[in-house]
Each structure stands twice: as structure tokens, then as C-alpha cells.
């Protein structure tokens, strides 16, 4: 396996889409409810929480680049290749692999679980998954520039939903805010510890990478990205503190859906009815890249065709999308990999950053030597 | 089979070079000429006075009065000892040689006339094709209020007059080629050579090469084999019977093709943006013509979605209708005995037989009386309890915004896709209809026109062409060819002087 890929031009995508990329794959089912998790830890500084944890991913996103510039065009798979050598390149690979469908499951299970509790309570869990497991095979076998079409899409029809924030921010006080900083540090950082779950999604540029036109102008870019989800999670978290009343944000697992129900048109309504099922276009490329994802991996590191990788995998997260059935059980499964993914998307970059550059400056040294 | 054919091909080749040489009597050029047609009786066979010529041709095809006037009267009276001499004294415009019998066949079927000469190893063929078909009349399926009423006919000739009439550019090329192998029909390819990109060029070119069918009676037809391989539902190319709709897309770097017989013209590449776009559109004021889009892009909306929102929010949200409204809603539902889905379904089924009975019955008249009775039925259906009031104004509604749609072909497949999305809404609510309208952004993301993104300008992002797609702004911001067709020379006009003038 090479280290250096160097997909076909006419796959290649404009530097800019980035900006979609990064930010479709960040904003996703998570934003219905982290309000509530980040407010336990940080009461009405939990906002201060939510810029802590938007920084951390600034310096992230630039170490990632970093590491994948230095091979040119390159992926995580070729680089865990190129770093830890063969057996073991191919154990992290298979663990990045497993990642990435592991996160594929539990977008997919909460986003269901929404959809069971506000719409329909009654219909089964195999329906939904299979249904929406079908449309992102349907996305996959498209091709990148595809899926990178649905984070466009996703991004640019649901900027509507930013007009509704005007009906809550009618009844919000932001008096509610006070005292700032009232939180000592590490409440502050335990809340911004728990974004996790809601802020990943950027780690996705170590596959995306080598399919990017104009490499040196990524940098930019993947910050507009991040910046703009920064925003978004910030504008939500402000107006979750200002809206609800700290009890009522505790006790209600949802805030950002809830603040949907106040909303009343002329001709609608009960728009989050709507916002729910409208959520399937945004979770969709999520969906659709954590699975691309995983199938490239298999493709990049063990040379299995794609096609027999998607559906194996597509069975899997089917079948075990029915054993993850209740409420206790989704959560604790949601505990588990945010602990995992905190250290898989946070820590593990500046690691591997770290292990790059060392093995770059031996290969120097080794041709020096020669 | 084909390996078959291979090994045999030169042996054959030898024989039929053999076969295919003008006979040199005359006795054997007839008998060869009958034979080769199957003995019609429609073939004529003139011994023109003293002069020792022989005038062979399919009777039925050519113009017989030119036959008289230009080809029997000069040379009756005179005699000739070669063939080159005739052929002075001819006044038809278009006469060429040949020297093989299949070329001859060919042209004898394409309404020439062949002059033979005992005793010479080649014929004359002039061609005099009968002028069978219509004149140019208005454009009746694609109908403007401003702008030029001129429709395409069945003529490939007339047909290419009209455009470059249009165009009078020496750099609007013309490319011929011959389609079916039994009905062997011309047609042409049309592009603005150093706008038109080569390279698609060269693509319709091989895609048409590669046809292998006996015949072709239509351009929409020839679409349907040229389209990008796709089972989409979508059209992929535009057909349109105005001329100057083609001439407009010319000058934006597109190519057009043209098949003789048939009074539709294939434009491509075409985006799915541009079906909702009319000649209309850029003949009025820009503030109009954005108005124009932005109703037809709502009514799209309507079209698809409309009666499925209706049948969602009956079926399973009753909580997202305004209290106002359901007072109303249920009043009218009170007296239907089918579930909401049943319902529409019955009465879509009903307008799309009371359309196609429209389309079906021969006058426009037929049409007028399908929508009248359509409303008096309808109005009977909700009198007997049959459907509610408000789905009655929200299928009109829905109906009248497919048929907004510039592009019939489009509006059909709007009028299709209403009828999936309904029993989506039906069994699953407000999620079936999303989960189809996600389905149908990734059919249409994976969509190609003649190898270019059929999403565009929307993905991949051309932000330069927005100015001419949902909206259009005036043509001072407008002097850019669109990244659709990869034009060689991206500026229709000097955007500097057009700030200026424009």
C-alpha cells in the first residue's frame, strides 16, 4: 500500500465545499439536546463551555492538516500505514474503520429514537433504519462528489430554520446568564468535555483530504467551517439558557427541539413536528460520509472492493441497530463512545502529529546517512 | 457471431467491389436497378429522345416537374459521348458522380435522379427530392406572449434555414450523419465552433456513432439513446420546437441536434434549473422574468409536495393544522368515508385521466372541456361525499403548478412523481415525504447532462451562474456563458462596455 493517493481529477472537489463538509458533518443529531448535558456540568456558563470546546477544535483541525500535509495527499489510512508500518498500520486502520461505523450507529439510533418519541411512538426501530440505511447506500454508491452535493444541500436548505430562532429569542431573558463565570474552571471544562459527542465530525478531513483541490488553501477553510458550527452551537446554547429556566433546561432532553414547538404560522403549526422529520436531510450526510469513510478504510488498507464492503457493513449497523433498543441502553452507549471519541478525536491528532514528524525526521536522517 | 464476420469481411468486400460497378449497358444497369429495389413499381425508367441517356429513378421521390423542366428538356434534342458533357447542360443545382451501385441505390432513396450513359463507368445524380410536408407555423405546445411564434417543422432543411437565419456566423457549424439503418435518416449536429466546448462535441458525436438501432422516426426518441446512461426519470436533454430557444442556448455554447422528420430539436447539455426556464424569461424585463422563475419554482413546490402535506397532516399530525383551519378541514372531511390517502389518490387518478383524455381528444376544444367537466365532477364528487373541498383546491393547485412548467416532459414527471410521494405520506407522514424528497436530491445529485452535473449551478457551486438561474438579473450582469456547457470563450459580451451600454 502506497502512502501517497492521488485520486482521479475529475473527483477531485473545490477547495471551498470544505466549509460544507466540515460543517455538515459537525452539525447533526447532537444539537438537538446538548444543551441540557452542559448545563449540568456548567450552569449558565455552560456558553463559556461551548467556546473552550469550539478552541480545542480550532487547534485540532490545524494539527490535522498539519499531519496530512506532510505527506502531500495522503489519508489517515495511509499515514497510519506509513508511521507504524504494515501489521500494525493495518490494526489502526481497522480501528478507525471501526470507528467510524461505531459513530454511523449512534447518529443513526438517536436520530430514530427522536423520531420515536416526538412523531411516530409506535412504528419499529427496523423500519427506520432499514429505510434510511437504504437511502445511504443509495448516497455511497454515488461517489464523493455526491455525498460532498448532499452536505451542500443539506447546509443551504435548512438555513431557513435560523428565521424560527426569532419566536423564542421573544421570550428569552438573558438576564438568565448572570452571574458570569459563577462556575469555577473545571465544571467549565467538564461541560466542554461533554460537547464531545456534539462538536466531532471534523475528523473527517483525514479522509477527505486527498480528494481536496488546491491543498494549501484547506487551512482556511476547514476554520470557516468549524467556526461557522461554532456559531450555530453557541447561538443555540445562549438561547437555551436565556429561554428556559435552569430546572425546566435540566428536565428537558431536548431544548433545541423544544424551542421549535412555540413556533405558530398562519397556515402551520407545531413546527417541530416538521424540524424533526426535516433533521433526516441533515443527519444524512453524516451518515453518508462516516460510512464512505469506512468503506474507503477497507478499500485503502486491506484492498476489499467497495461495493461487497458497504452492504457487509450495512447488514451489520441493520442488525445491531435492533439490539440497541432503549433509552438506558442508548445512553449508555452514548457515554461510552464519547469517552472513547474524546480521546480518539482530540487527543489521538496531536499523537499522531507527533509520531509523523518524528518518522519524518528519521527518514531524513536515514538518507542523510546514506 | 461477430468473429464470424470478421474472418469473412475482406472475401466479401472483394466481391461485392466487383458487384458494385456500374453495369455498361444498358439492359444490365435496368435490370440491376430493378433488382437492387425489389422490383417496386414505383421505379421510373425515362429514355430521353435520341440522346442515348437513360433516366433512372424512385418516382414517388422526386419533384416531377423539375424532372421535366431541368433534366429531360435541355439534353432531349441533343447526344452526348461522355457523361461529363450531360451534366454542362443540366440546371440543377446539387449533381454529383458516383461509380458504385450502393452509393447509387442510396441516392436514388433520397429522391436523386440517376442520368446514365451506356457504356460509362459512372452515373449522374441529381437531386430533385419531392417537397413533401407543412409550412412553418406557430408554435403551439411551448406558446409565448412576447417574442418570435415561429415553430420548427418537419423539414431538416427548413429547420436549419430557421436557425441560421438567427445566427449569421460563419463559425455555426453544421455536422452531418445518418441515423437507423433502415430508415436511414439525416440529421445534424448544430454547435458555435470556439464557444461549443470540443470536447463535448466529440462526445455526442461517438454517442450518436454508437447507435445501433434499425430506425429512428423522432428526435425524442434518438434523445432517449443519446441521454447519459441513466434509468432517471428526469429528462437529461431539453427537446423543444422553438428556434430561437435553440439559438439562445446555441450562443451560450450548447449543441443542438436535428433529425429530419421530426420538428423537435435536442439541446444539450441542460440542467434541471434550466427546464424552468422559458425564451419568455429574457424577453421581458429582468424584475419580470425573476417573477416569472420564482413563481414557476414555487409552484414546483407545490406540484410535488402539496397534496402529500395534505395527506400527511390528515393521516397522522392533525396537531400541525391551526385550529381555524381544522374546524374547516374536519367539517369537509366528515362526510368522506376513505382515509386521506385513498382519497387523493382517487381523485390524482382522476385528473390525470381527465389530462391525458384532453391530450388524446383532437381539437383544443377537447382540452377546454376536460378542465370544465373536470371542475363540475369535482364539485358532483364533493356533493356526493366522495372527497373534501379543500383536496379539490389543493389537486387544482398542484395541477396547475405542473403545468406552469415550461418543459412538457419535465411537467409530466413532476405530474409522475406526485403519485410515490402521496403513498410515502400516506404510510409514514411528514417522514415519507422527506425521506423522498432526500431521495430525490440524491437521484438528481447523481444525474449527468452530457457529462456535465445536472445539479448545476447549484452543485457543484457556480456562484457567477446564479445571476441567470432561479433569478434573473439584467443582462449588464448577465455576460457570462454559463460553466454548464464548459464553453472555450467564457464571455458573451464585454462585461466592461456592457456595464456601460447595457
Redesign the interface.
Same mark, same amino acid.
Request: proline share 7%; net charge positive.
Given at each position: 500500500m502506497k502512502v501517497h493517493y492521488q485520486p482521479k481529477p475529475q473527483s477531485l472537489?473545490?477547495s471551498f465545499?470544505l466549509i460544507f463538509i466540515i460543517q455538515a458533518n459537525q452539525v447533526g443529531i447532537g444539537i438537538h439536546g446538548f444543551q441540557r448535558v452542559i448545563f449540568m456540568e456548567a450552569k449558565q456558563d455552560g456558553w463559556i463551555s461551548v467556546l473552550v470546546a469550539g478552541f480545542a477544535t480550532h487547534i485540532v483541525v490545524f494539527v490535522i492538516i498539519k499531519t496530512l500535509q506532510i505527506y502531500g495527499s495522503t489519508d489517515i489510512y495511509g499515514i497510519h500505514h506509513e508511521v507504524y508500518g504494515k501489521w500494525l498500520g493495518k490494526l489502526f486502520n481497522s480501528l478507525y474503520i471501526l470507528y467510524c461505523l461505531w459513530i454511523f450507529l449512534l447518529i443513526l439510533k438517536n436520530y430514530i429514537e427522536v423520531?420515536q418519541t416526538w412523531?411516530?411512538p409506535t412504528?419499529p426501530v427496523w423500519l427506520?433504519s432499514f429505510?434510511i440505511l437504504l437511502?445511504v447506500i443509495?448516497?455511497v454508491t454515488?461517489g464523493i462528489?455526491?455525498i460532498v452535493?448532499?452536505c451542500?444541500?443539506s447546509i443551504?436548505l435548512s438555513l431557513w430554520i435560523f428565521v424560527f430562532i426569532v419566536y423564542p429569542l421573544r421570550y428569552t431573558d438573558f438576564g438568565h446568564l448572570l452571574p458570569v463565570m459563577e462556575s469555577s474552571l473545571v465544571p467549565i471544562l467538564k461541560g466542554a468535555y461533554k460537547m464531545t459527542l456534539t462538536i466531532l465530525g471534523f475528523e473527517i478531513l483525514y479522509v477527505i483530504y486527498p480528494y481536496m483541490e488546491k491543498k494549501e488553501k484547506l487551512q482556511k477553510y476547514a476554520h470557516i467551517g468549524v467556526a461557522a458550527s461554532n456559531f450555530v452551537y453557541l447561538l443555540l446554547m445562549l438561547l437555551a439558557i436565556g429561554y428556559f429556566s435552569p430546572g425546566q433546561l435540566l428536565s428537558t432532553i431536548w431544548p433545541t427541539l423544544t424551542l421549535f414547538k412555540i413556533v405558530?404560522l398562519?397556515?402551520?403549526?407545531?413546527?417541530e413536528?416538521?424540524a424533526?422529520?426535516?433533521w433526516?436531510?441533515i443527519i444524512?450526510p453524516n451518515l453518508m460520509l462516516y460510512l464512505w469513510a469506512a468503506v474507503r478504510g477497507v478499500k485503502q488498507s486491506f484492498g476489499i472492493s467497495q461495493k461487497k464492503t458497504l452492504w457487509v457493513f450495512a447488514t451489520l449497523i441493520f442488525v445491531f441497530s435492533l439490539f440497541i433498543n432503549t433509552r438506558i441502553k442508548i445512553n449508555r452507549f452514548n457515554d461510552i463512545f464519547a469517552s472513547l471519541a474524546f480521546y480518539f478525536t482530540f487527543c489521538y491528532p496531536l499523537v499522531l502529529y507527533a509520531f509523523a514528524l518524528l518518522k519524518k525526521k528519521i527518514n531524513t536522517y536515514k538518507e542523510q546517512m546514506k | 457471431m461477430f468473429f464470424i464476420k470478421k474472418l469473412f469481411s475482406p472475401k466479401d468486400e472483394v466481391v461485392t467491389k466487383d458487384q458494385d460497378l456500374i453495369p455498361d449497358t444498358k439492359e444490365k444497369m435496368s435490370a440491376e436497378f430493378r433488382k437492387r429495389l425489389h422490383y417496386s413499381t414505383d421505379i421510373l425508367e425515362n429514355q430521353v429522345g435520341s440522346s442515348g441517356i437513360t433516366i433512372f429513378s424512385i418516382s414517388t421521390l422526386i419533384d416531377k416537374t423539375m424532372f421535366h423542366q431541368d433534366i429531360i428538356d435541355p439534353i432531349k434534342n441533343l447526344s452526348f459521348d461522355s457523361i461529363q458533357n450531360v451534366m454542362e447542360h443540366l440546371s440543377v443545382g446539387e449533381i454529383k458522380q458516383a461509380n458504385q451501385m450502393e452509393k447509387v441505390i442510396k441516392s436514388a432513396l433520397d429522391g436523386d435522379v440517376i442520368i446514365y450513359l451506356a457504356g460509362e463507368t459512372s452515373v449522374l445524380l441529381a437531386k430533385i427530392p419531392s417537397r413533401v410536408g407543412r409550412s412553418l407555423t406557430f408554435a403551439e405546445n411551448e406558446t409565448h406572449v412576447i417574442g418570435p411564434q415561429i415553430a420548427f417543422n418537419e423539414s431538416l432543411i427548413t429547420n436549419i434555414a430557421l436557425i441560421r437565419n438567427y445566427i449569421k456566423d460563419p463559425d455555426l457549424c453544421v455536422e452531418d450523419f445518418v441515423i437507423g439503418s433502415r430508415t436511414n435518416k439525416s440529421g445534424s449536429i448544430l454547435y458555435l465552433s470556439g464557444i461549443a466546448s470540443e470536447q463535448m462535441v466529440n462526445t455526442l458525436r461517438q454517442r450518436i456513432d454508437a447507435i445501433k438501432i434499425d430506425g429512428i422516426l423522432d428526435s425524442s426518441v434518438l434523445l432517449q439513446l443519446i441521454e447519459d446512461k441513466s434509468l432517471s426519470l428526469f429528462p437529461l436533454m431539453l427537446l423543444t420546437e422553438r428556434p430561437d430557444r435553440v439559438c439562445d442556448l446555441l450562443l451560450k455554447g450548447k449543441l443542438a441536434v436535428l433529425v429530419d422528420g421530426s420538428s423537435l430539436a435536442i439541446v444539450c447539455p441542460h440542467s434541471f434549473m434550466e427546464f424552468f426556464q422559458a425564451m419568455e424569461d429574457s424577453n421581458v424585463n429582468w424584475q419580470i422574468g425573476t417573477f416569472y422563475r420564482l413563481l414557476r419554482l414555487i409552484a414546483l413546490f407545490f406540484s410535488v409536495f402539496l397534496t402529500a402535506i395534505y395527506v400527511a397532516c390528515l393521516t397522522?399530525?392533525y396537531?400541525?393544522? +391551526?385550529q381555524t383551519?381544522l374546524v374547516t378541514l374536519s367539517e369537509s372531511r366528515a362526510r368522506v368515508p376513505f382515509p386521506p390517502i385513498i382519497e387523493a389518490l382517487l381523485l390524482e387518478f382522476f385528473l390525470e385521466l381527465l389530462r391525458e383524455a384532453g391530450a388524446r381528444l383532437p381539437t383544443k376544444v377537447g382540452q377546454t372541456m376536460g378542465i370544465v367537466g373536470g371542475i363540475v365532477i369535482g364539485t358532483a364528487a364533493v356533493d356526493a361525499g366522495f372527497t373534501s373541498n379543500i383536496l379539490i383546491i389543493i389537486i387544482a393547485l398542484a395541477a396547475l403548478g405542473s403545468f406552469v412548467t415550461p418543459s412538457y416532459f419535465m411537467g409530466n414527471v413532476i405530474r409522475v412523481l406526485r403519485f410515490p410521494l402521496i403513498i410515502l405520506a400516506g404510510f409514514?407522514?411528514?417522514?415519507g415525504?422527506?425521506?423522498g424528497?432526500?431521495?430525490l436530491?440524491?437521484h438528481l445529485?447523481?444525474q449527468s447532462s452530457l457529462g456535465s452535473p445536472y445539479?448545476a449551478p447549484?452543485?457543484? +457551486?457556480r456562484f457567477a451562474d446564479w445571476k441567470d438561474s432561479i433569478i434573473r438579473l439584467p443582462l449588464s450582469f448577465t455576460y457570462k456563458r454559463p460553466d454548464l456547457s464548459r464553453p472555450e470563450n467564457e464571455n458573451q459580451y464585454d462585461p466592461i462596455k456592457a456595464k456601460e451600454k447595457n
Open positions: 472537489l473545490s465545499l423520531l412523531v411516530f412504528v427506520f429505510s437511502l443509495y448516497g454515488g462528489r455526491m452535493g448532499v451542500f444541500f443551504a405558530k398562519p397556515f402551520i403549526e407545531r413546527i413536528y416538521f424533526v422529520t426535516f433526516l436531510l444524512l | 397522522f399530525h396537531e400541525v393544522i +391551526p383551519l409514514w407522514g411528514f417522514y415525504i422527506m425521506y424528497f432526500c431521495f436530491l440524491l445529485l447523481r445539479l447549484f452543485y457543484p +457551486p
